[in-house]
């Protein structure tokens, strides 16, 4: 069997070549047409806006209760949740933005709502202070650029978020947590049908009867309610808050009308539960005795239905799914792009 000739290795590089062109000509036009796509929709959006000028928080109240939470967060001065939404309320810095690019989504007490004060008190006493506070970024590089250290690894108080609370007179006092999104074990199983909050598809706790226990109400990832932009692809892997931040916080939390009926329940109890009458069992075999906490921050309150129609969020989810199609071919770009320089590097070589 023959081996192939020199001007068959240049050929066959040739053809390499227009094959990676092609496949960039290709994936150049997807981008454009996805663009599009996405201008038009982000038009449609700008059309309702300037047609709805009071805005629906305006008319359901619930821009109120997000105030409220925003305060109770600037009161804690001297943390980093504090000087961070200190910064995003007084637009402080434009370095705020560069630095931390998109990836700083808030924080954990400002990215949920529920339905009473009641649930609201139950839900931040069970995750605590320290979690409430917790800076929520999408990838590492946002963890990266609020903290950076020198060569002797000794925190660096001129730049990130400690640069930024600098720049206003503040200093973060202690340590602070920071989620970061793609590092989470995200939820795996479906979604409840036709359900606009896309809430989790998981079973009803059982008892050794089979019965689903007395005052059962939901598990409290599926109790608290995220506005629409928060609901879809937030995640490189297209994964929103509820099953990626709030399924890791609340993992299966069961939700119980009385301590009475909690308590009959323990036996298919695993991952904790709260009643609404107070009672708390932060997981199997651990019990919370005692009276409630009043606490620091709490999460916002629904006090109205939102009057912005099915049709804006399905554009918005629409919206986020194109942007999420265009940066998965923009890796494909650069990949194809890489490939190029490496078959005409070889083909140079050659002649």
């Known amino acids: 069997m023959s081996k192939p000739n020199f001007q068959d290795n240049l ?50 109240g619930a821009s109120h209760n997000e105030e409220e ?38 924080i954990v007490a ?33 963890v990266k650029a609020l903290e950076k250290y020198d060569g002797e690894g000794t925190i660096n108080s001129s730049s990130g978020l400690h640069g930024l609370g600098s720049s206003i007179g503040k200093k973060i006092k202690g340590r602070f947590v920071v989620i970061c999104l793609e590092d989470l074990r995200h939820y795996v199983g479906g979604f409840i049908a036709d359900d606009p909050q896309k809430k989790l598809a998981l079973p009803k706790p059982r008892l050794p009867n089979g019965e689903c226990p007395d005052g059962f109400v939901d598990y409290a ?26 399924y890791n916080l609340f993992s299966r939390l069961q939700i119980y ?57 399905k554009t918005e989810n629409t919206i986020r799914m194109l942007k999420w199609e265009r940066t998965c071919i923009a890796g494909d770009i650069r990949r194809e792009e890489e490939l190029i320089k490496q078959v005409k590097a070889n083909f140079q070589g050659q002649t």
Do not use: W
């Open 257 to 313: 009308k009385t301590r009475t009926e909690m308590l009959v329940a323990l036996p298919c109890i695993h991952d904790g539960a709260l009643s609404l009458d107070g009672g708390m069992i932060k997981k199997s075999g651990i019990f919370a005795l005692g009276s409630r906490k009043d606490m620091e921050v709490k999460f916002p309150v629904i006090t109205g239905e939102s009057d912005v129609p099915a049709s804006y969020i």
């Open 69 to 106: 939470t925003m305060e109770q967060i600037l009161r804690q001065e001297k943390s980093a949740a504090g000087i961070l939404c200190q910064l995003n309320s007084q637009h402080a810095s434009q370095a705020l933005n560069s630095a931390f690019s998109k990836d700083v989504l808030g």
């Open 110 to 142: 400002n990215l949920a709502r529920v339905d009473d004060d009641n649930l609201s008190r139950l839900l931040s006493e069970y995750l605590g202070l320290e979690t409430m506070l917790a800076i929520v970024c999408r990838t590492y590089e946002g």
């Open 11 to 60: 050929v066959s590089l040739e053809d390499k070549i227009r094959q990676h062109e092609d496949n960039l000509k290709f994936l150049t036009n997807q981008t454009n047409q996805l663009d599009e796509s996405i201008l038009d929709l982000q038009v449609s959006l700008v059309k309702y806006h300037s047609t709805n000028e009071a805005g629906t928080e305006n008319k359901n």
């Open 221 to 246: 990832v599926n109790i608290i309610s995220l506005e629409s932009r928060n609901l879809t692809c937030l995640t490189g892997t297209g994964h929103g808050l509820r099953e990626t931040l709030f």
